[in-house]
Every structure is written in C-alpha cells, then in structure tokens.
C-alpha cells in the first residue's frame, strides 16, 4: 500500500495559510493608515511609534487637524457674521414699515385736510416732501 501523504501537499496548505494571513494583515494595514482616527490618537506611545517610524504621515495628518480647527474658526466667524446680517435685515425691514406706514399717513392726510390746513403742518413742508419725493428708491430698496 502506498503511503498518500505528500510532502508537497503539507507544504502547500502551511504557504496558504501564509498567504492568507498575509492578504489579512496587508488589509488590516491599509484600513489602519487611511483610518483618520488611528492617526489622531492620545495615546502617547502610539503617537511616539507613528512618529518614529512614518513621520511624513504623522506630520500629514497633524496638518489634517489644524486644516480643521482653523475651518472652524471661518465657520464661526462667517455664523456671527450670518448673524450680524439678519439683524441688520430686521433693522432695514422695520425702517421699511415705518417709511411704508408713514406714506400711508401722509396720503391719508392729503386726502382729508386742504392745502392751507396741510401747510400748517411743520412735517409736511420738509420732511413729508422729502419722504414723497424718495418713494420710488426707498420702496426698491424695501421690495
């Protein structure tokens, strides 16, 4: 009877599983250096074996985090000054309904009080001119 045990063979499953083990810790690397969170770490001795054996890396990825830090110091200034726009707006807006309601006034009163009752009033020969007399460029920048 022949002996069906091959050396070969023998060899042959130790190499795949070598090889498999090999593809896995190949895998296993790329996932850790393209893994943000492995490169920005706190642990102390990781941070010093990233850096004493991929510093190119380490340093890339440092700048990574201050890239982000100073995005969100322009975010933060750009929200205050969204802010500061919108109550600006708020501001123009009433400006508007105050200037919108006081044509409605004037007119009302033109339509209710004579020329000479109209004159007696100190608005009217001053400021209510100049107020009628803006109405088309004031009620563009209101719309």
Do not use: H
Not at 68 to 73: P, T, V
């Amino acid at each position: 009877m022949e002996n069906n045990s091959n050396p070969k063979t023998n060899n042959s499953g130790f190499f795949d599983a070598l090889l498999g083990y090999a593809i896995l810790m190949t895998i296993a690397f790329i996932f850790l250096w393209n893994w943000d969170g492995f490169w920005q770490t706190n642990i102390r001795p990781l941070e010093n074996v990233q850096q004493k054996y991929f510093p190119s890396k380490f340093k890339q990825e440092q700048l990574k985090i201050s890239r982000i830090e100073r995005n969100n110091e322009y975010f933060a200034e750009i929200e205050s000054r969204l802010e500061l726009a919108k109550n600006e707006l708020a501001k123009q807006k009433l400006n508007c309904d105050y200037y919108e309601t006081s044509l409605g006034l004037i007119e009302l009163l033109k339509r209710k009080l004579s020329e000479d009752e109209l004159s007696g009033i100190p608005c009217y020969e001053s400021t209510c001119k100049q107020i009628l007399n803006s109405e088309p460029e004031a009620l563009e920048i209101c719309s």
